[in-house]
């Protein structure tokens, strides 16, 4: 399976629950490390490297259940990403911390809750939260697991929208989601993954289109076991 990104752009990973999109989050991010292949990120081999160092390269993601630090206020939980997501030359200076860990969540819509704890916040600003913390690492690339879920559409058209400033500022995005209305209109380009594998790809009415997509998804067969039907020779 081979995937390319290209900078300046939102990409979407789709599939059936059990297709393999978060574990291929935990590859990327060397939580689960790659037993096969290789990853590369802006010419640099990072196939094997531990989770702190990948993060220092420039990629940063969130958790589709959400982890702030619950110890910690809001801005506390934005800074955890400042001080420990970045390369060691572009860690804050102490004084300017505050008013940066301000500015991430002013940009997420947080204004205001900085001093708030994460029992304080709902389903939705909890997950602004994790966006922002992902943010104030000053990633390349970002990846979004189901950000979306359990929001209502307001809130999820808003993050749409968060979403599309995001990349407009110069970050790439690799989002998993299943609201499929919200991939549609955000993504550039889809990946589709079926038990662990990349069935289709393409710009959004492409993907949908897909006769193997549409199959995939609506479950009428096993995509993997009817390939190896395919392979077996007649007698």
Known sequence: MTL????????????????????????????IPASTGTITFE??????????????????????????FAELNAIENVKVGMFFG????????DADADAEAEEC???????GKAEATV???NLGERKRLEIAKSLAARPHLVLFDEVLAGLNPTEATAAVRLFQ???????????????????????????????????G???????????????AYLGRRDLKLERRKRTVPHA
């Open 43 to 68: 010419g640099r081999d990072i196939t094997r490297l531990p989770p702190h160092v990948i993060a220092r390269c420039g990629i940063s993601r969130t958790y589709q259940l959400v982890r702030p």
């Open 119 to 121: 029992g304080e916040l």
């Open 105 to 111: 969540l002013a940009r997420v819509g947080l204004q």
């Open 165 to 199: 400033e995001i990349c407009a500022a110069g970050t790439t995005i690799l989002m998993i989601e299943h609201n499929m209305q919200a991939i549609m209109s955000a993504c550039h380009y889809i990946f589709v993954l079926h038990h662990g594998e990349l069935i």
């Open 201 to 215: 790809q393409g710009e959004p009415q492409a993907v949908a289109r897909d006769p193997a997509v549409v199959e």
């Open 4 to 31: 390319e990104i290209e900078a300046g752009r939102i990409y979407g990973l789709i599939g059936p629950n059990g297709a393999g999109k978060t574990t291929l989050f935990n590859t990327i991010t060397g939580v």
């Open 86 to 93: 970045r390369s060691r030359d572009a860690a804050p200076v």
